[in-house]
């Protein structure tokens, strides 16, 4: 089988969209996989090229681009993991390519016109899709369908054996690959703050990637702070999250894996598409901040102390 996945990575986008289709076809092994990508700035396409599979570059959103490069490399399934493309836009691509199976990826309860979709959020609810899918559409939705890479599995096994130094503190900080909202600094002077108000002994392992646009102030910011380590592009998230004591990250794909490695959470906010991971830790009460302020951060922070 052919199989064609459609998604983008930038500063602006983030990396999930391509991370998580990496995981995904894996389940795939013995197919032909093909990733379509737009080589927009910030993007990770060569994540791609290093897990071996081949990249087709767009120069656009277009349908007509992406139609005629279905035909052309006889797609069988195309794998849609795109907030710009929408329930016409996939209608279309069915009714001139009847063959052709569309999966779609959703965490934002929009309108589908697929064969499968996931939604492999914490705080998936299938019954959300009611008239938003087609009546035979296969819904893939909650925890039983995140897609974890094999690290965290790896991870989990391995967390009992870990042993942690009970006079440190270590906090997890990642705030997506592009930190598009631009606060992890913001968030590191309020750890900043609290080791110093209160004298805690305290290590942050803050982790980030070359989408980052205003990475290099991040650097400058942590250079020659013995209490920060700061991971760029890191193969080693899930154990440097399983050697943390808790773990300040935004309500997204992330929550995910830190909620599986049952790591203590302090989730804040910074887009419209986490509002409803935002809302299911809310309810579960879980720590949150629909969006970040200094004094509701430190106070958080203290409680995890």
């Known amino acids: 089988m052919n199989i064609l996945i459609r998604?983008?990575?930038?500063s602006y986008i983030g990396i999930g969209h391509?991370?998580?289709?990496?995981?995904?076809?894996?389940?795939?092994?013995?197919?032909?996989?093909?990733?379509?990508?737009?080589?927009?700035?910030?993007?990770?396409?060569?994540k791609i090229i290093e897990a071996g599979y081949k990249i087709e570059l767009l120069k656009s959103n277009s349908f007509d681009e992406l139609n005629?490069?279905?035909?052309?490399l006889n797609i069988d399934m195309i794998i849609i993991d795109n907030y710009e493309i929408n329930y016409n836009f996939e209608k279309n691509l069915?009714?001139?390519?009847?063959?052709?199976?569309?999966?779609?990826?959703?965490?934002?309860?929009?309108?589908?016109?697929?064969?499968?979709?996931?939604?492999?959020?914490?705080?998936?609810?299938?019954?959300?899709?009611?008239?938003?899918?087609?009546?035979?559409?296969?819904?893939?939705?909650?925890?039983?369908?995140?897609?974890?890479r094999d690290e965290f599995l790896e991870a989990k096994k391995q967390k009992n054996s870990i042993k942690k130094d009970k006079k440190i503190k270590t906090i997890f900080v990642a705030m997506g690959g592009a930190d598009h909202s631009n606060i992890n600094i913001d968030i590191l002077k309020v750890v900043n703050k609290i080791?110093?108000?209160?004298?805690?002994n305290i290590k942050v392992n803050i982790v980030s990637t070359n989408a980052n646009k205003n990475l290099e102030k991040l650097k400058n910011y942590c250079k020659n702070k013995k209490w920060i380590n700061l991971y760029i592009n890191s193969k080693q998230i899930a154990k440097l999250m399983s050697e943390s004591d808790f773990a300040i990250v935004t309500p997204s794909v992330t929550v995910n894996e830190v909620y599986y490695l049952k790591l203590p959470i302090i989730a804040i906010k910074t887009a419209d598409n986490q509002i409803d991971i935002y809302r299911y830790l809310k309810k579960?009460?879980?720590?949150?901040?629909?969006?970040?302020?200094?004094?509701?951060?430190?106070?958080?922070?203290?409680?995890?102390?």
């Open 18 to 46: 391509i991370m998580r289709g990496l995981v995904l076809v894996k389940q795939y092994s013995n197919d032909n996989i093909i990733f379509a990508t737009e080589n927009l700035d910030g993007n990770i396409n060569h």
């Open 195 to 200: 080791r110093k108000k209160n004298k805690k």
């Open 284 to 305: 579960k009460r879980f720590s949150v901040l629909k969006k970040f302020k200094i004094n509701k951060l430190v106070k958080l922070i203290k409680e995890k102390m």
């Open 68 to 72: 005629e490069l279905i035909k052309k």
């Open 7 to 10: 998604a983008n990575s930038s």
């Open 94 to 148: 069915k009714e001139l390519n009847p063959s052709l199976k569309i999966f779609v990826f959703d965490d934002t309860y929009e309108k589908h016109f697929c064969d499968i979709l996931i939604n492999h959020n914490i705080s998936a609810n299938e019954k959300k899709y009611k008239n938003l899918v087609p009546n035979n559409c296969e819904l893939r939705c909650g925890s039983k369908y995140t897609l974890l």
